[in-house]
T-cell receptor
């Protein structure tokens, strides 16, 4: 079954560490997204990509960076984690055509920076 | 730009009772509207979506939603709530002007009491 996978599910890490959150999808979707979600809050778009070698910043400013070297892979990196980065990060991919418009979300990575 | 408002932060409902979650959007034309559900520690699962046509849409898990253009609303309903419906519910809107990127409401947390 086509799906979108995020690893790790949970991560507790010390301040100043470099981390990479992984996101992979098997659907061949060109468009991929990273959302940040604080507890009890709405999801904010922090990065998106419309294809290989395409990355853009989203509506919410983030110190993280992303890359898109392969269609199926869209990792998010924090060079130096801080407690303010503690949040849940959700990855998604989407497809749009005349007959279909939909998103698929991963299960998320809950990041805690101590 | 599009935006979404979910006026109710938290709703408590008895098992077997009906449920209605409110969603209002702001957009100049008819946007694409979605309802997602998120269980604790999980990603987002699509309940239903509206693009055009019949303004009453049926979704999974017995949910339905009604699009009312005059009220800029897309309220979610379920006639009889089950304990497993306890979760957080997000309304989202996408539109061509924003290249179909989703904007989310702040979410409504639903608690089901026995």
């Amino acid at each position: 079954e086509a799906d979108i996978y995020q690893t790790p599910r949970y991560l507790v890490i010390g301040t100043g560490k470099k981390i990479t959150l992984e996101c992979s999808q098997t659907m061949g979707h060109d468009k991929m997204y990273w959302y940040q979600q604080d507890p009890g809050m709405e999801l904010h778009l922090i990065h998106y990509s419309y294809g290989v070698n395409s990355t853009e910043k989203g509506d919410l400013s983030s110190e993280s960076t992303v890359s898109r070297i392969r269609t199926e892979h869209f990792p998010l990196t924090l060079e130096s984690a801080r407690p303010s980065h503690t949040s849940q990060y959700l990855c998604a991919s989407s497809e749009f055509n005349r007959d279909y418009y939909g998103y698929t979300f991963g299960s998320g990575t809950r990041l805690t920076v101590v | 730009a599009q935006s979404v408002t979910q006026p109710d932060i938290h709703i408590t409902v008895s098992e077997g009772a009906s449920l209605e979650l409110r969603c209002n959007y702001s957009y100049g034309a008819t946007p694409y509207l979605f309802w997602y559900v998120q269980s604790p520690g999980q990603g987002l699962q699509l309940l239903l979506k509206y693009f055009s046509g019949d303004t009453l849409v049926q979704g999974i898990k017995g949910f339905e939603a009604e699009f009312k253009r005059s009220q800029s609303s897309f309220n979610l309903r379920k006639p009889s709530v089950h304990w497993s419906d306890a979760a957080e519910y997000f309304c989202a809107v996408g539109a061509p002007v924003n290249d179909y990127k989703l904007s989310f409401g702040a979410g409504t947390t639903v608690t089901v009491r026995a």
